[in-house]
């Protein structure tokens, strides 16, 4: 008996709960979506792309029970092959999870249902991601392809850091090992302030020694990693911060400083925030 025309290979994953998915894109969906997901399931896919890449996984629709700590029904995603991997989040309730790149070409992802309220589900794309990319978080990381396994060779990856206007980014590497010599000719970190390839220049950096904390000039940073065809180490985990100011950081000419929320005054250390003391008004 042939399929009907409106069949696809792909329509039998609705029902499928979890498995090893081997490709470069795909989607994922809840068991029984569109329709509200069975009671009492755990599913988990691994999903892997091609080695020197990572896993973009962007969801299409979320409705899943809704608890403050997630602990009934949920979606797991953790950074890596296994639950042993580290945590991406915990989701659930009615808000689409923000878009998510795991930092090697592996990605974990389980969803449970308990016994009780079903929901629509999810439906979630996955795709082979390069290096790089554009950034607008307050706060995140980013680091080498296939960290903190040794990077891939002939990796050109740009991020482009964009924070609020009136903040400034500040980068801390946390690891830092390439291939070195004098010039950083062959692989090499670049940052700088600025989007573009001729922003102003904070340093060119390679070897094993971490560089200092970079802040930004103003509210954006590029860097950019590149990594010839021969000798490939580790390479670079970092975080990008805001200013290293607790609250806010506020451009000044040639400088910066922090400021804190009502009901907090700045720390004694011009980064922190503490909770104000009120005024005590003497009764007469």
Sequence with gaps: ??????????????????????????????????????????????????????????FQSFEIERHDSCSYDYVELRDGASEESPLIGHFCGYEKPDDIKSSSNKLWLKFVSDGSVNKAGFSANFFKAACGGF???????????????????????????????????????????????????????????????DSKLHGKFCGAEKPEVITSLHNNMRIEFKSDNTVSKRGFT???????????????????????????????????CKEGKGCIIPLI
């Design 238 to 272: 970092c975080s990008k911060e805001n200013g290293g100011c607790q609250h806010e950081c506020v451009n000044t000419f040639g400088s910066y400083s922090c400021q804190c929320r009502s009901g907090f005054m700045l720390h004694d250390n011009k980064h922190d």
């Design 135 to 197: 950034l607008t978080k307050l706060n995140g990381s980013l680091s080498t392809p296939g960290w903190p396994k040794d990077y891939p060779p002939s990796k050109n990856c740009v991020w482009q850091l964009v924070a609020p206007i009136q903040y400034r980014i500040t980068l801390v590497f946390d690891a830092f090992e390439t291939e070195g010599n004098d010039v950083c000719k062959y692989d090499y970190v670049e940052v700088r302030s600025g989007l573009s390839s």
């Design 1 to 58: 008996e042939q399929p009907p025309a409106s069949w696809t290979p792909f329509s039998l994953l609705k029902s499928i709960c979890g498995g090893d998915v081997n490709k470069d894109n795909g989607q994922i969906q809840s068991p029984n979506y569109p329709d509200d997901y069975q009671s009492n399931k755990a599913c988990v896919w691994k999903i892997s792309v091609a080695e020197g890449f990572h896993v973009g996984l962007s």
